[in-house]
């Protein structure tokens, strides 16, 4: 079956980095998604990674390894608006979405 | 900006009746999907469209029907609700099939079936 492994809760302290890790097993690879979802809100798109390495997008940055079947994403001078859950995706085969269910990020001051 | 708007932010229904979920988005995407979410597991898929009066089952399509009469509304029809159909239902939209398509989401419906 399909599987994508995040943990459910995290804490970190405000200024602080964070790395949330994601592992998957999946039929196929086409990419993997991090989205960010403030509670009670829609997911937002973050960042998305194809190819083996690092992406860095301002605070954030995303990882993959396809071999390892792994991906982090770290978070850097965390602030409390970042105090969301975080859902990894992968595309599989099929380009469906396979979801994680996401992990909850908590940030103390 | 873009947009998807979904008709209601909070529902509550009773078991057997028919309901409506209705969601729109102005970026003529030509991919909607609809997605229910609970506690403790991943977005699960319902169904997804790719192009108008097209329609593809998801990973749990039972109990659920969908429409796509136009480009821009995708609707959601529980034919006779139940208690377990209780959760939020998402939608979401993107750009024809490509390797980086992000989806874009509307703000969620939370439904309740008594």
């Known amino acids: 079956g399909q599987n994508i492994d995040q943990p459910t809760e995290m804490t970190a302290t405000e200024g602080a980095i964070v790395q949330i890790n994601c592992t998957y097993q999946?039929?196929?690879?086409?990419?993997l998604f991090w989205y960010q979802q403030h509670a009670g809100e829609a997911p937002t798109f973050l960042s998305y990674n194809v190819l083996d390495g690092l992406e860095e997008k301002g605070r954030f940055s995303s990882f993959l390894s396809r071999s390892k079947g792994y991906s982090y994403l770290l978070l850097k001078e965390l602030q409390m608006k970042d105090s969301a859950s975080y859902l990894c995706a992968v595309k599989d085969s099929n380009y469906q979405l396979i979801w994680g269910a996401g992990t909850k990020l908590i940030i103390k001051p | 900006d873009v947009k998807v708007t979904q008709s209601s932010r909070y529902l509550v229904k009773r078991t057997g009746e028919k309901v409506f979920l209705e969601c729109v988005q102005d970026?003529?995407?030509?991919?909607m999907f609809w997605y229910r979410q609970d506690p403790g597991l991943g977005l699960r898929l319902i169904y997804f469209s790719y192009d108008v009066k097209m329609k593809e089952k998801g990973d749990i399509p039972e109990g659920y029907s969908v429409s796509r009469e136009k480009k821009e509304r995708f609707s959601l029809i529980l034919e006779s609700a139940s208690t377990n159909q209780t959760s939020m239902y998402l939608c979401a939209s993107s750009p024809l099939a490509g390797h980086s398509d992000e989806q874009y989401f509307g703000p969620g419906t939370r439904l309740t079936v008594t």
């Open positions: 999946t039929s196929g690879f086409n990419g």
């Open positions: 970026m003529d995407h030509e991919n």
